[in-house]
């Protein structure tokens, strides 16, 4: 239950910071201009902002329209609409957010939903995970393991569970079942993400491809420096069986969360035919401008959190460049492939400054618009800092 007082405190807070200023550097283009956005979330079940989180994007059936995935308390939320600045009963934006949690028949007790791939005449492809209600992992430190799901259907709030299907990752030569399964990112069919074991020590798990058409459906992702550890967050559709997956590499540290970014961001091809990865390229944010004195001394953790391409050669990657000290920043990176077909290894970046954010992501992006989050500091009345969502589009002028 909600505390009244906490409530409005919360929404006076959210009012106050609604109206910053947002700064993103030129090579958006086109004669746009940055519209943000903050906060950006649901609000129609649970508490307020518990748990909340906007993850992923991709554009609708209409120009100027969007299907934006994310995570509300222990449920899963779909919003379907143009990114404007209106409200309904159900949160943000004039559109329409649904609750799709993946079903009791799956004896699931939460959902977050990850990743979104728009279909068309209203049908889309979801991925995310789910916590299970039925002990059975491997580990007993995680009683209840994480579960990854795909859905292909409507966007509805009464999903069928005949439109789900769900994937534990596993070791390919034991058949150990994994503790957690994370499918991050959808496109053209194939979706990636991580699973991995408690206790392995290794704070990322695993990379792979899961492909639902098939009797097997996990591949491994075969990285050149297999010495190092990586996740798998965006994947793109290049068309034929082309593929390009996005993500980060590092090292493991017993002090970081499952998932989280370390080290360099890269890109990779994946052939779905073939089987075969080729063209690794990692890049790293070098900080310019403003962000010197902020980066200054400090080891910069850069990651790709998505992927998004025209089609041409272009791609454009929502990324967080942060340190091991507490600095976190939302960036664009733009690399282009080369005629041999690899890429380029010099990224060009663009930086979403948002005035009076203490710490920000970009989490996902479609063409130039993107979603993540942003920590105000403190204000009067308030005693905690406030940490909420964003969705920055452009205006066209």
């Known amino acids: 239950m909600i505390h009244k007082k906490w409530f409005k405190q919360q929404v006076l807070a959210l009012v106050a910071v609604a109206a910053v200023v947002v700064g993103v550097s030129a090579d958006q283009g086109g004669g746009d201009s940055p519209d943000l956005i903050s906060p950006f979330l649901f609000t129609g079940r649970g508490a307020f902002t518990s748990g909340f989180g906007l993850q992923g994007i991709k554009g609708g059936d209409t120009e100027g329209t969007f299907i934006i995935t994310g995570t509300s308390h222990v449920n899963g939320v779909v919003y379907s609409g143009p990114v404007n600045h209106g409200f ?44 299970s209600n039925e002990p059975g992992s491997p580990s ?15 966007l509805t709030d009464t999903p069928s569970s005949d439109d789900f299907l769900s994937y534990q990752g596993r070791n390919l030569r034991t058949g150990r079942l994994a503790d957690f399964t994370y499918i991050h990112s959808i496109s053209g069919g194939l979706a990636v993400g991580n699973y991995g074991f408690q206790t392995e020590g290794n704070p990322f798990g695993h990379a792979f491809v899961y492909d639902p058409s098939k009797v097997q459906p996990q591949t491994d992702v075969a990285f050149p420096d ?4 990586h996740t798998a967050y965006g994947i793109w559709y290049n068309g034929g069986t ?34 075969t990865f080729s063209n690794y390229q990692t890049f790293s944010y070098k900080p310019k401008g ?51 077909g690899s890429f380029d290894s010099k990224a060009t970046w663009s930086s979403i400054d948002i005035t009076g954010a203490s710490v920000s ?12 989050l942003v920590t105000y500091p403190r204000i009067e009345g308030v005693s905690d800092a406030i940490v909420t969502n964003y969705a920055l589009t452009p205006i066209k002028n």
């Open 140 to 154: 007993p430190i995680t009683p209840s393991p994480r579960i990854g799901f795909y859905y292909a259907g409507i």
């Open 290 to 340: 403003p962000d010197k004195q902020d980066f200054k001394g400090k080891t910069i953790l850069t990651h790709f959190e998505g992927i998004w391409s025209d089609g041409n050669g272009l791609y454009r990657l929502p990324a967080t460049a942060s340190t091991t000290d507490g600095v976190s920043k939302a960036k664009i990176a733009q690399v282009q492939r080369k005629s041999n």
């Open 88 to 131: 309904t009963t159900r949160g943000s934006g004039t559109g329409k957010w649904y609750v799709m949690n993946v079903p009791e028949s799956f004896n699931a007790s939460s959902t977050s939903i990850y990743g979104v791939d728009n279909l068309g005449g209203g049908d889309v492809n979801l991925v995310g995970s789910y916590v």
């Open 226 to 229: 297999a010495d190092k550890t």
């Open 361 to 372: 992501t970009n989490d996902s992006l479609f063409a130039d618009t993107s979603v993540g």
């Open 242 to 275: 082309s593929y390009t997956i996005a993500g980060g590499v590092g090292i493991p540290s017993a002090s970081m969360n499952y998932g989280d970014p370390f080290g360099l961001a890269y890109l990779m091809d994946y052939d779905s035919a073939a089987g």
